[in-house]
């Protein structure tokens, strides 16, 4: 596996699940036209506010997404659904949630799992003010690196024979991780040690936090990782049935070299959602930490 498209997706999710259901299959069906092999999306994506009614719907939902996936032949990173149990099925005490990000493959199947670890706990200068995931969420305590066999998809993704990766398996992997876990650079590192090729970061960060670190996390990670990191947003403002809250939105891609590739514009004023694709080039990739060989130089970790 060398070179594939990847798409990023900037929604604006309100409380309907239903309305924002049909502008993530929009945003899905036009990252297909743009021959995306992968996709992810934001955190929340189905619903901001009202998690744990959502819950009660993450079989179901799960379901869609994997036949999305299988519909339209991609790899889909399906934001984050919150889930009542946790990987082994045991139910969540305390009345609490995972969050969960799932990756789902072409053939409909569910290849990974990933409980967000580091819950967002902080004092904004907003009109929320204070927030603490830790009140509706457990943390998850795991970190995942998803395979996915780039061999299985119905297209032509390889560039050229002759600038395979070193193990010229056509599988890659990817390290997941959830908004706030983009703060704690160990997490990257740990991915990037367990054979990560890109780190994918559904995130919903709030207007303020996102609008002073949100590139900076990016890029960092990406440096720390010598991966690409996938940066899927919420921008705008959403509604819920009482309360209102901003988000940041500037989706966008960071590489291994800690050049900022591409992002969408805060807000899409003229379409439902925003898309942004870039090409991952394994071999330049390599390259880079070949030039610049941190991982094998850390000591810490």
Not at 187 to 212: C, E, M, N, V, W
Not at 275 to 295: E, G
């Amino acid at each position: 596996m060398t070179q594939l498209n990847i798409g990023c997706v900037q929604l604006n999710s309100q409380f309907d699940i239903e309305a924002n259901m049909a502008t993530i299959e929009k945003s899905i069906i036009a990252a297909s036209q743009q021959q995306a092999s992968l996709v992810v999306l934001p955190e929340n994506a189905c619903r901001m506010g009202g998690q744990k009614q959502l819950s009660e719907r993450f079989d179901e939902l799960s379901s869609w997404y994997a036949n999305l996936a299988f519909k339209h032949q991609m790899f889909i990173v399906a934001g984050t659904l919150p889930c009542p149990y946790r990987p082994d099925g045991a139910v969540v005490p305390n009345n609490k949630l995972r969050q969960v990000s799932q990756v789902f493959a072409p053939d409909g199947k569910r290849i990974a799992r990933y409980d967000k670890i580091h819950l967002f706990r902080a004092q904004v200068a907003d009109d929320t003010g204070s927030y603490d995931e830790g009140r509706t969420f457990e943390p998850g305590d795991t970190t995942v690196v998803a395979q996915c066999d780039m061999k299985s998809l119905n297209k032509e993704f390889l560039q050229t024979e002759s600038s395979h990766t070193n193990d010229n398996s056509g599988i890659l992997s990817i390290g997941m991780m959830v908004c706030f876990d983009l703060r704690f650079p160990t997490l990257a590192q740990r991915l990037r040690q367990a054979g990560a090729d890109i780190l994918t970061a559904p995130s919903a960060f709030t207007y303020q936090t996102g609008k002073a670190h949100w590139q900076l996390l990016l890029k960092a990670r990406a440096l720390d990782s010598q991966c690409l990191v996938v940066g899927s947003a919420q921008g705008g403002t959403h509604y819920t049935k009482d309360s209102s809250r901003q988000t940041w939105g500037h989706s966008a891609f960071a590489n291994a070299n800690g050049d900022w590739v591409e992002e969408t514009q805060q807000t899409n004023l003229t379409e439902d959602f925003g898309l942004i694709t870039t090409v991952f080039d394994a071999k330049t990739q390599q390259t880079w930490r070949q030039n610049m060989p941190t991982h094998n130089c850390h000591r810490l970790a």
